[in-house]
């Protein structure tokens, strides 16, 4: 399984938008990269999955450099409410896949 | 739409009691997972199963014990506690859209 290093903690302010990278250097040719995150007492939630180039959904957008050894995950004018920790995962994205969740990076969003 | 339903909630245990913890799917996946969180920590994987009637160790799966019996349902047995296996324990399923979690048991063992 690919190993993840992501920054610890990050701080932030309302409306501005929150860039984490996650280095994947020896991310495999079938692993893809998933964000979750998790709300304290609550269990982790899927953000959005990807292989290369971008993605964008309602929630984020996850940008994959060519070579595939980082990811980075970008939330769009940030509120309060995305304070939580989040989760960088590599795996080859079929059900049942073991994914190894690392330490995240605890994001702090203040007013 | 319950998804994955853990119970129970909350639990305190003396050291040596034993437990069970369920967990109930119903979203007809056949991965299921146990995992535990330490404060602060990210989440270790305890057992997994593939299908109904299998079960794999993870990565902590000393001192645990599991069953798969039917495909919704997922059991985490602790056969004799002991205080470092307080932690927030969280069961999982994963289909097309990823890993679904449920809310946790936090369990505490004095």
């Known amino acids: 399984l690919a190993k993840t290093t992501q920054p610890i903690s990050m701080d932030s302010y309302e409306g501005q938008e929150v860039n984490i990278t996650c280095s994947h250097n020896n991310i495999a040719t079938n692993d893809y990269i998933t964000w979750y995150q998790q709300f304290p007492s609550q269990g982790p939630r899927f953000i959005i999955q990807?292989?290369?180039t971008k993605v964008t959904n309602e929630v984020a957008s996850l940008f994959i450099p060519a070579d595939r050894k980082s990811s980075t995950l970008s939330l769009p004018r940030v509120s309060l409410s995305d304070t939580a920790v989040y989760y960088c995962l590599v795996g080859d994205g079929a059900a049942g896949n073991k994914l190894t969740f690392g330490g995240g990076t605890r994001v702090l969003v203040k007013p | 739409n319950a998804g994955v339903t853990q119970t129970p909630k909350f639990r305190v245990l003396k050291t040596g009691q034993s437990m069970t913890l369920l967990c109930a799917q119903d979203m007809n996946h056949e991965y299921m997972y146990w995992y535990r969180q330490d404060p602060g920590m990210g989440l270790r994987l305890i057992h997994y199963?593939?299908?109904?009637?299998?079960?794999a160790k993870g990565e902590v799966p000393d001192g645990y014990n599991v069953s798969r019996l039917k495909k919704q349902n997922f059991l985490l047995g602790l056969e004799s506690a002991a205080p470092s296996q307080t932690s927030v324990y969280f069961c999982a399923t994963t289909g097309v859209a990823g890993y679904t979690f449920g809310s946790g048991t936090r369990l505490t063992v004095v």
């Open positions: 199963s593939v299908g109904e009637g299998t079960t």
């Open positions: 990807g292989y290369k």
